[in-house]
Structures are given as structure tokens and as C-alpha cells.
């Protein structure tokens, strides 16, 4: 019956099918609500069919006001009245009111698939009810710490805030809390010393705690581990005491299932913790941030960590950006209400800007964003071009890129990919003199020095097409063999996760020969203190201290990684970054090109960028803001 409703459907309607670009998925979707619907069917069918599309396109919704005039004159339906007076007596499309469990829900002026609509709204009532919960503190115990941890306040009162030290009073006080920052403002520093305050203050009330450090990905996770320990080290010494905490993966944390989506852990069977730290927030995708909200217990304490100026997660939503645009992140200037500031002032002895009740938003009393940049100073090159960037300043980004001053940024119009190759070949001699040398500390430092960043993995300035020329360009240099798929000093990035070697989708490693037996040809991995569960496969250490070697042969899906994608960089720095963006825009491409993507390229550079692109590339993506259909921020 289904499969003949498809085949009706797909028949009738393969002109509307063709121009709205859909997928076998959506079709399948399509035909179904066609075979269930009295009225109007076709058209019915091919809306859900493009709310199916859209959330193929990260959208959790999609907004009826937001349809293009000419895609609802392809569907049928005459403009958007039409087509809310049509869903309004579809057996499929029904409001959360009506309880009815049809495929689409309608709400909010929106269309969604009834699961994603159910992630939403659950989300946001799980982060309200933590938003709604203020904890009463021994004042004077929270200040003493705190005096030790920061130093004390400026005066007059006019001088800088310190907005770390804002910060852990926030996450102090309250359940939920989302601190926001670009690079190098500090977020790890003010986990480390929220985390000795919360410590502290439970071992004086005679109390332990049980906190949790998570990241989306096992790289992310490492490096969270990592800065950490750094920051732990330059607390006073008597703080540093329980903070031996090792991150995990989201994923791992809720207990993942074979061949499930659900996890071990939920509503029904919480997690055992306290706190709750999840850092690279804006990586977390609608349904995974939902699973790990109703998977707390009541009691517990969540600090989100992120820049939302980052590209948003690689699945389904924007979370963190719906979050922090409900927080009202953008304004011009953060004021708390008076409660908030007073408690924080009793703290700290820092004065905040307020407001009256009537104009704070109560998650606003719950954010606070990382303004001071230590890795950016404000006349720094990348710290300027990111800020022109962030506001979607053409002519003032393209003056900084084009300006012969700027010795750090450099904008390559018409260089060719070979031109890159080039240059990325001659600075790579030193390395292979490492591999060569066998000494895999030296050869992961300079590898990370200087990394290429594509916007895509296809087309001539994408990752395959880079790689691909840069190996051309070795062999025929006799740096490396033509017949030798792992040869010595090949990099490659993880592209799934295998808990049993304890190597994550992520991960970069260097394929060299096993000293011990250079017989055995290995992928050498930086040894990561990333929790993991008991591994069920050892790997043997290397003798250069502190690397892991595992056989190519076992290794899971990986790539070469000279060039990588934007995407997969977020959360990584290096010292130079060569990011290139197509030299021209097709429809799909000009869709994925944005602000947000290019800031995120910019922003893995601690010391020098250089960009390659087209003006006109450029101008498109300092004009478009990757927005995602949703409703979370409304519902907050």
C-alpha cells in the first residue's frame, strides 16, 4: 500500500519533487502523509516533505512566514494563510495542544517532526527549571575563597571588571549557568578555579562532590583535560587538592548503547554527579543536549562553556546560539538585577550593572560572557579582523586583510592551490627531518604549527584535492614513496571513534615505523588522559614518552590531514593558519559559506593567517549568518 502510494506520489509530483530538491528520505516521508490525508494531499505532502528537507539541513523547524513565496507556489499553496487554513484540517499536522501524536506538530508558527518538536520544548523546560532555582550561600565562606582565587577588586568602581571572578559568583548561585567567550578569554581558567570553589567550600561543610567534565568529541575532551591541568597549576596549592578530574565524552558519560540511540543513562536512571561542566558547547546538537538535560538529577549544577560565534554543531539545531540569543548575548552592555548583582557584590566585592525585575530576562541572570581576550591583544591583528568579522564588517575586514602594516594577515586573491602547496611543502622539510630522526615529539610540534583549514572537503580548495597535491608534490621531491599508502610522516585525523584503542573521531597521528621493530608499520597518537572505560585492547607506548602506537592495520576510518576542514578544527589552535574558501559560489556551497565559518577559521590562529579567497567569496560569507530554524530561544 506505502509502496504504491510512493510510486503515485513520486509520479505525480516528480516536476515539485525536482525543483525542491528532494531526497529519497523525503520523498518516502512525502508519500506517506500523502496516503493519509483526505484533502489537499499533495500539497500536505510536500510541505512535510520540506520540513523533512530542512532538518536534513540542520533546521529543527521550519518557520511558515519563512518559505519562499516560489517554493509554496511549487507545493501548491498560494502564500502562508493558505497554508496555515489547509494544515488546520490536515489528519497529519496537528497542535501540541491536541495531543495527537501526528507526524508534524504545529506551533509557535512553525512546522516540526513530531520527535524534534519533543526535544525542544522538553529542552527548555528542563534548562527553565535549573534556571529557576537560586542557591542561598554562606556568603562569607564563598568570599574568603574567592579573595584567595582573584585578586581583589579595582577601584574606582569605573575600572575593568573582572569577568572570570563574575563568572564562578554566577555559577556559584545558580543551577544553570553559561559562560561565553572568544578564544583565549579564559574559559578553562574560570572552570578550574569554579571548580577549587565548589571543592573548597565542600570539604569545609564537610560535603563531597562529584563533578563531571565533558566534551562533544574525544579530542575535545583531551584538550579539556589538558587546560585543566594547566590552569590547576597556577592556583594557590592549597586549592589544587581534588581537582585530578579527567574529561569524557558526552557520549561516554550518558553510557552509550550498541546499535542504540538511547543511553544508559536518562529521566529514569540519572547520572551520579553534582556538577556538571560541558565545554564546546555550540558543538552539541539539539537531541544529544536533551538526552544529557534529562539525564541530570535535580540537584545537580550545569555550566555550559562555549563561543557562539563559532559554527554551530555538525547535526540537527544551534543550541548554545538559541540559548545565548534567549540571554539577550548581543546586547551592547550585560545588566543583572539587583538580587544578582548584590549577591555577587557580597562575594566578590564587585559592582555590576542593573536593572530593574521588570527588565531582566531571568536567563540573563544566569550568562555571562568573557570579554578580555589573553591571547588577542586589542591591537592585534587577528583580534580586530575576528571582531570586524563577528559584525559582519566587509569593507573594514577586507581594509585590515589588504593593509601592507598587518605582517600577521595576509588575503591571497589570485593565488592558485600549487602556490599553497608550494609554500606548505618548503616549510614541511623540517618536519620530515624529524620523522626521519624518529623523534615524534619534535615532528607533533611542528606539524601543528602551521595547518591548512578548507571550507569543504571537494572541489579544488577542498581537503581531497590539497591533500592530494601535496603528496604529489613530496613524491615527486622523493620525501615520500609513490607505492607506500603509510609511508613515514603521514598524518592522518580519526573519523570515528574506537573505544577499545581508546582513540577518538578527531584524534591526529603520525604513522612512522615501531622503533622497537620497524617491521610493524604504526600510527603514533599523543597519549590523551580522556576517562575511558577499562581498554579492552592494549596499545603499546612508545619510546618517545608520552605517544601510543597502534598498527595501521587496526586503525578505524581515517583521513589524510595536511588540510582539514573548518569544522573538524573547532576547539584546535595553531600557530599559522592558511584557510581557503572556494573561489567561486554555487547554490550549495554559498548556503554553507558564513560569518560564522570564517570567524571559526580565523580564530584557530594564534600567530599569523593568511586567507584564500575571492572578493566576492569573502563578501558573501561576511554577509550571511548561519541562522537555523528553531524555536528554543522563544521557548526560553
Known sequence: MVVQGRSTFASTYAEPIRRLALTDLDIAFASFIFDNEKQDAGSLALLAAWVSHRLNQQDTCVAIDDIAPHRLAIMGFESQDDVRQKIAQSRCFSAPLEQLATPIIVDL?????????????????????????????????????????????????????????????????RRFTLITGGPGTGKTTTVAKLLALLNTVAKRQNHKLTIKLVAPTGKAAARLTESIDKAKERLPNAYQQGLEMQCSTIHRLLGSLPNRVDFKHNASNPLHLDVLIVDEASMVDLPLMYRLFSALPSHAKVVLLGDHNQLSSVETGSVLSDICQAAQADASQIAYHHDTADA?????????????????????????????????????????????????????????????????????????????????????????????????????????????????????????????????????????????????????????????????????????????????????????????????????????????????????????????????????????????????????????????????????????????????????????????????????
Open 109 to 173: 508558527n512553525r512546522l516540526y517532526l513530531h520527535k524534534y518538536y519533543q526535544y525542544e520544548w522538553q529542552l527548555a523546560q528542563l534548562i527553565k527549571h535549573k534556571v529557576a532555582f537560586k542557591t542561598q550561600l554562606d556568603m562569607t565562606l564563598y568570599k574568603d575563597i574567592l579573595l584567595t582565587l582573584f585578586a581583589p577588586p579595582k577601584t574606582p568602581q569605573t575600572d575593568e571588571i573582572d569577568w572570570q571572578c563574575v563568572a564562578v559568583c554566577i555559577a556559584a548561585l
Open 344 to 636: 555577587v557584590e557580597q562575594m566578590s566585592g564587585i559592582q555590576l550593572p542593573k536593572v530593574s525585575a521588570e527588565a531582566s530576562a531571568e536567563l540573563s541572570e544566569c550568562y555571562v560572557k568573557l570579554r578580555k581576550s589573553h591571547r588577542f591583544s586589542a591591537d592585534s591583528d587577528i583580534g580586530q579582523l575576528a571582531n570586524e568579522i563577528i559584525a559582519g564588517q566587509a569593507i573594514q575586514a577586507a581594509r585590515l586583510l589588504q593593509s601592507e602594516q598587518n605582517q600577521k594577515i595576509q588575503w591571497r586573491q589570485n593565488s592558485a592551490p600549487q602556490n599553497l602547496v608550494d609554500e606548505y611543502v618548503s616549510h614541511a622539510q623540517s618536519y620530515f627531518d624529524a620523522i626521519a630522526q624518529n623523534d615524534l615529539t619534535v615532528a607533533f610540534n611542528l606539524l601543528s604549527n602551521r595547518q591548512i583549514l578548507c571550507a569543504f572537503k571537494t572541489g579544488s580548495w577542498g581537503t581531497q584535492s590539497i591533500n592530494r597535491l601535496i603528496e604529489n608534490v613530496l613524491i615527486r621531491s622523493g620525501t615520500i614513496s609513490p607505492d607506500k599508502t603509510f609511508y613515514a610522516g603521514r598524518p592522518i585525523m580519526l573519523a570515528k571513534n574506537d573505544h577499545s584503542l581508546g582513540l577518538f573521531n578527531g584524534d591526529i597521528g603520525i604513522v612512522l615505523p615501531d622503533p622497537a621493530n620497524p617491521v610493524l608499520t604504526k600510527a603514533w597518537f599523543k597519549v590523551a588522559s580522556v576517562e575511558t572505560d577499562q581498554t579492552k585492547e592494549k596499545t603499546e607506548v612508545s619510546p618517545n614518552s608520552g605517544f601510543k602506537g597502534v598498527l595501521v592495520s587496526r586503525l578505524p576510518e581515517h583521513e589524510t590531514v595536511y588540510a582539514m576542514t573548518i569544522h573538524k578544527s573547532q576547539g584546535s589552535e595553531f600557530h599559522h593558519i592558511d584557510l581557503c574558501l572556494p573561489q567561486q559560489t554555487t547554490s550549495q556551497s554559498g548556503k554553507l559559506l558564513s560569518r560564522e565559518l570564517l570567524y571559526t577559521g580565523l580564530t584557530r590562529a594564534r600567530e599569523s593567517f593568511h586567507l584564500y579567497a575571492a572578493s566576492a567569496v569573502l563578501d558573501r560569507c561576511l554577509k550571511t549568518l548561519c541562522k537555523r530554524g528553531s524555536g528554543l530561544h522563544r521557548r526560553l
